[in-house]
């Protein structure tokens, strides 16, 4: 099997399935990291500024 | 020399396509022990409140997360290294590696991951010396019990023990920046706790470590041997206990429901020492693995408890 066939490969569809939702998680889990940075980072400068 | 490629590169051993990464969501959550998880939470956010000191709502809910994040990356890197001895147990065999839903690599690279990014995230949120103590657990968790300990001696969990022992006292030092003296009593209520709870499990696992060939106490030294440790670890905790009131963490309401639910753990011991035979010897380590459960997270509810009966009376005065 070459890396062409694996490109080429079709999903069944439980596969695309599962594809689907860890795609969904993994979007959520960076949106939720970009969150989290960015608040952590407010919450870091607010209290320095507040010193 | 491997790389990435070898990743897709089909072999003897991987007829049909297998790039990785092909679990369902369900099974990479199932790597992260959720369950043990929920404890770490739990004991870590009782830490997180009796700490002196402030905290930022926001970094106190960050440091849970981390602390959690690497309670379930060391929970990964344990499965990754036990995925031999996990196949062969009824406890354990359902896992998501010897299920075949996650490859081993995979299960490595995620525990690795998620270990440096919830020390790192923990660093920039709270502080590093929180992080190194992180860092550390992790590290003695998957390195020292899992990779060395747990199959080389019957003391394992006893001294392992000490991994599920640490996040109270990580979660403390989010708050305070430093290892106090009394964040220790935190540590060793679960310390004490851990052996009388495991080898509880053990015992009417025993087949099953026999079949894996992991020496837990009850299959080197034989049941009643084990049903002694229990009976003697059980009262060696009860003094434990008491160790918040003596340090000034919690007081009376703790104090009062630490009494009872110890006193109702030694009672599970004794039955598990005194009846050894029969139905009633059959029952009383389950009994006691099910009340140890409940004990460990009643007696950190009951310091919740304590602290907000103080606060309520410092209102209300």
Same mark, same amino acid.
């Given at each position: 099997?070459?890396?062409?066939?694996?490109?080429?490969?079709?999903?069944?569809?439980?596969?695309?399935?599962?594809?689907?939702?860890?795609?969904?998680?993994? =979007?959520?889990?960076?949106?939720?990291?970009? =969150?989290?940075?960015?608040?952590?980072?407010?919450?870091?400068?607010? $209290?320095?500024? $507040?010193? | 020399?491997?790389?990435?490629?070898?990743?897709?590169?089909?072999?003897?051993?991987?007829?049909?396509?297998?790039?990785?990464?092909?679990?369902?969501?369900?099974?990479?959550?199932?790597?992260?022990?959720?369950?043990?998880?929920?404890?770490?939470?739990?004991?870590?956010?009782?830490?997180?409140?009796?700490?002196?000191?402030?905290?930022?709502?926001?970094?106190?809910?960050?440091?849970?997360?981390?602390?959690?994040?690497?309670?379930? @990356?060391?929970?990964?890197?344990?499965?990754?290294?036990?995925?031999?001895?996990?196949?062969?147990?009824?406890?354990?065999?359902?896992?998501?590696?010897?299920?075949?839903?996650?490859? *081993?690599?995979?299960?490595?690279?995620?525990?690795?991951?998620?270990?440096?990014? #919830?020390?790192?995230?923990?660093?920039?949120?709270?502080?590093?010396?929180?992080? +190194?103590?992180?860092?550390?657990?992790?590290?003695?968790? @998957?390195?020292?019990?899992?990779?060395?300990?747990?199959?080389?001696?019957?003391? !394992?969990?006893?001294?392992?023990?000490?991994? &599920? @022992?640490?996040?109270?006292?990580?979660?403390?030092?989010?708050?305070? &920046? #430093?290892?106090?003296?009394?964040?220790?009593?935190?540590?060793?209520?679960?310390?004490?706790?851990?052996? *009388?709870?495991?080898?509880?499990?053990?015992?009417?696992?025993?087949?099953?470590?026999?079949? +894996?060939?992991?020496?837990?106490?009850? !299959?080197?030294?034989? @049941?009643?041997?084990?049903?002694?440790?229990?009976?003697?670890?059980?009262?060696?905790?009860?003094?434990?206990?008491?160790?918040?009131?003596?340090?000034?963490?919690?007081?009376?309401?703790?104090?009062? +429901?630490?009494?009872?639910?110890?006193?109702?753990?030694?009672?599970?011991?004794?039955?598990?020492?005194?009846?050894?035979?029969?139905?009633?010897?059959?029952?009383?380590?389950?009994?006691?693995?099910?009340?140890?459960?409940?004990?460990?997270?009643?007696?950190?509810?009951?310091?919740?408890?304590?602290?907000?009966?103080?606060?309520?009376?410092?209102?209300? +005065?």
């Amino acid at each position: 099997m070459s890396v062409q066939d694996i490109e080429t490969y079709e999903p069944t569809r439980e596969e695309a399935a599962r594809r689907r939702k860890r795609s969904i998680a993994i =979007a959520l889990i960076l949106l939720g990291l970009m =969150a989290l940075v960015f608040v952590t980072t407010i919450v870091r400068l607010g $209290g320095m500024t $507040g010193n | 020399m491997s790389d990435a490629s070898d990743m897709i590169r089909p072999t003897a051993s991987t007829p049909s396509l297998s790039l990785g990464g092909q679990g369902a969501v369900e099974d990479y959550w199932a790597l992260l022990k959720p369950r043990v998880m929920s404890l770490v939470i739990f004991t870590a956010f009782c830490g997180l409140v009796l700490a002196p000191g402030h905290i930022h709502p926001w970094t106190a809910f960050v440091s849970l997360l981390c602390i959690a994040v690497g309670a379930g @990356a060391s929970g990964a890197l344990n499965m990754w290294y036990d995925a031999d001895i996990d196949a062969q147990m009824t406890r354990t065999s359902k896992r998501p590696i010897p299920r075949g839903a996650i490859e *081993p690599g995979e299960a490595l690279y995620f525990g690795l991951v998620l270990s440096v990014g #919830s020390v790192v995230m923990l660093g920039l949120a709270a502080n590093w010396m929180a992080a +190194a103590f992180l860092a550390f657990t992790i590290f003695f968790y @998957a390195v020292i019990y899992t990779a060395w300990l747990k199959r080389s001696t019957p003391q !394992n969990i006893v001294i392992g023990g000490a991994a &599920g @022992a640490f996040p109270p006292m990580i979660a403390w030092t989010c708050v305070t &920046g #430093s290892v106090d003296l009394a964040s220790v009593s935190l540590f060793l209520i679960i310390f004490m706790w851990t052996p *009388p709870h495991f080898w509880a499990l053990a015992l009417f696992k025993m087949g099953d470590y026999e079949t +894996a060939g992991v020496p837990m106490l009850p !299959n080197v030294v034989g @049941a009643d041997a084990t049903r002694d440790q229990i009976w003697w670890y059980s009262l060696a905790m009860a003094p434990v206990a008491a160790l918040p009131v003596l340090f000034g963490i919690s007081s009376v309401v703790y104090a009062v +429901a630490a009494a009872v639910l110890t006193g109702l753990f030694i009672r599970h011991a004794w039955t598990v020492y005194r009846h050894r035979e029969g139905k009633q010897g059959e029952r009383g380590p389950k009994a006691l693995f099910g009340y140890s459960i409940l004990y460990l997270f009643a007696m950190f509810g009951a310091m919740l408890a304590d602290r907000a009966a103080i606060a309520a009376w410092q209102a209300f +005065a």
